[in-house]
Nanobody
Framework: QLQLVESGGGLVQPGGSLRLSCAVS????????IGWFRQAPGKERDGISC????????RYADSVKGRFTISRDSAKRTVYLQMNSLNPEDTGVYYC?????????????????WGQGTQVTVSS
């Protein structure tokens, strides 16, 4: 069964950077898309970025566009989320999720596999 493990979260000052990783296991092909979601305290889990399989297309929520970059290393079966210019509004639990297929979406209903999440706190 496909499993996901996030890492890389932590406490960072405003304006700082973090890189999150999502390690994928339990699948022998690279025919899956990955999404990153963020859940701020008291709020719903929102899609912030995703990356497809195959030709590798990406999507970003407006709130992170220009600051976050998603990438994947198929050989390592790992997807990264580079987060720059972080601000307190970026605080939350970050989850990666997977769906079999080539296309990626920012809607959580499209994903059937989820990691346990990693906490990101942006504070001075």
């Amino acid at each position: 069964q496909l499993q996901l493990v996030e890492s890389g979260g932590g406490l960072v000052q405003p304006g700082g950077s973090l890189r999150l990783s999502c390690a994928v296991s339990g699948i022998t092909s690279n025919y899956y898309a990955i999404g990153w979601f963020r859940q701020a305290p008291g709020k719903e889990r929102d899609g912030i970025s995703c990356i497809s399989s195959g030709r590798v297309s990406t999507r970003y929520a407006d709130s992170v566009k220009g600051r976050f970059t998603i990438s994947r290393d198929s050989a390592k079966r790992t997807v990264y989320l580079q987060m720059n210019s972080l601000n307190p509004e970026d605080t939350g639990v970050y989850y990666c999720a997977a769906r079999t297929g080539s296309s990626c979406y920012l809607s959580r209903s499209e994903y059937g596999y989820w990691g346990q999440g990693t906490q990101v706190t942006v504070s001075s």
